[in-house]
């Protein structure tokens, strides 16, 4: 469980873990502001159709971070994520077509209802993550080899699912998925679901348990192994939501969606103070986390860098961030 941080002389800390995080998604901002005036001569902060644009971009990334940061407090790591988004957009993107073009044949064929394909593509999230979960509590096998191989499995059922071709022609409810803010207003409420779990019920307590210490947890008779298949079925249904809003957004299902974004919503996680050691991390440094990526990708994009330094970045702030948990595990 989370513990109780204090400073200097024992005194609590009257600030939030978060609170440096923040100050750092503040600087970044303020720094491709100033960056902005002097290369480009416009303003980064102000222009409101941008800021719209980085939040809608960084809210798919923040579903699945929330599901990651919960398997990172638990001790381990989920690499399947963007193939798990892959996936499920083909799914559910398949029983979301629609029939217009069919009804010239069958006058009365009708379009499924938007449930259907949303259910599927949590379902498909769901069995990627139930399988995560299984395979590491038991087996024994390490997370990182359990979650890379149904990496591998994902993104190939993705493109043997449609033999490689894209899913296109989808209903205009289905598309509302993706339109407008509601991306954002889905990451937000994930997001704020798993906060209250996390920090107010069992589920939240176990899971901090277990990322602490282990043995101690099965030694005080927590289910470790089932609440490890839990977390992993959580996070791979949260990947699945994040597959249908992908695929909602671009009107399409393709097998190439989700390229990297496991690694893009670890880092979330991991900026937002989550601890690769386990047993500590919380959701809205994840957010905050999640920001602070939107934030580079939108100002190097405002400043019209190449998108291959974004990368290079990216990779320095994850080391970076690594370091620094590092350090503060032992301090």
Same mark, same amino acid.
């Given at each position: 469980m989370a513990s109780t941080r204090t400073g200097a002389g024992g005194r609590p800390r009257r600030f939030?873990?978060?609170?440096?995080?923040?100050m750092v998604l503040i600087g970044l901002a303020l720094a491709f502001e100033l960056l902005g005036w002097i290369f480009v001569g416009q303003s980064f902060l102000l222009n409101e159709q941008r800021l719209v644009v980085m939040i809608l971009q960084v809210?798919?990334?923040? #579903?699945?971070?929330? $599901? /990651?940061?919960?398997?990172?407090?638990?001790?381990?790591?989920?690499?399947?994520? @963007?193939?798990? +988004?892959?996936?499920?957009?083909?799914?559910?993107?398949?029983?979301?077509?629609?029939?217009?073009?069919?009804?010239?044949v069958y006058p009365s064929l009708t379009d499924m209802p938007v449930l259907v394909p949303v259910l599927a593509g949590l379902a498909g999230g769901a069995a990627a993550g139930l399988l995560n979960g299984t395979l590491i509590a038991w087996t024994s096998i390490p997370p990182? #080899?359990?979650?890379? $191989? /149904?990496?591998?499995?994902?993104?190939?059922?993705?493109?043997?699912?449609?033999? @490689?071709?894209? +899913?296109?022609?989808?209903?205009?409810?289905?598309a509302d998925i993706g339109g407008g803010a509601l991306p954002v207003m889905i990451f937000l409420a994930t997001a704020l679901t798993f906060h209250i779990a996390l920090?107010?019920?069992?589920?939240?307590?176990?899971?901090?348990?277990?990322?602490?210490?282990?043995?101690?947890?099965r030694v005080a008779g927590i289910p470790v192994a089932r609440h490890l298949i839990a977390v992993y079925t959580v996070a791979g249904t949260l990947s699945g939501l994040a597959g249908i809003v992908t695929s909602a957004r671009a009107v399409s299902g393709q097998a190439g969606m989700g390229t990297m974004y496991e690694l893009d919503a670890i880092a979330?996680?991991?900026i937002g103070g989550a601890s690769l050691a386990g047993g500590v991390g919380r959701i809205t440094g994840t957010v905050i986390g999640t920001m602070i990526l939107g934030v580079v990708t939108s100002?190097?994009?405002?400043?019209?860098?190449?998108?291959?330094?974004?990368?290079?970045?990216?990779?320095?702030?994850?080391?970076?961030?690594?370091?620094?948990?590092?350090?503060?595990?032992?301090?």
């Open positions: 939030p873990p978060e609170a440096s995080i923040l809210s798919v990334i923040g #579903i699945i971070a929330v $599901g /990651v940061t919960q398997v990172i407090i638990t001790g381990g790591i989920d690499l399947s994520s @963007g193939s798990v +988004v892959a996936l499920t957009a083909m799914v559910a993107a398949s029983l979301a077509q629609s029939s217009d073009a069919a009804r010239a990182f #080899i359990a979650t890379l $191989g /149904v990496m591998v499995t994902a993104r190939g059922l993705a493109k043997w699912y449609t033999h @490689g071709e894209p +899913v296109s022609m989808l209903t205009d409810r289905y920090r107010y019920t069992r589920y939240g307590k176990l899971t901090y348990a277990i990322g602490a210490n282990p043995q101690a947890a979330a996680a991991v100002g190097f994009t405002f400043l019209r860098i190449d998108a291959y330094y974004q990368e290079i970045v990216k990779g320095a702030i994850i080391v970076v961030a690594v370091i620094a948990d590092q350090y503060r595990q032992r301090a």
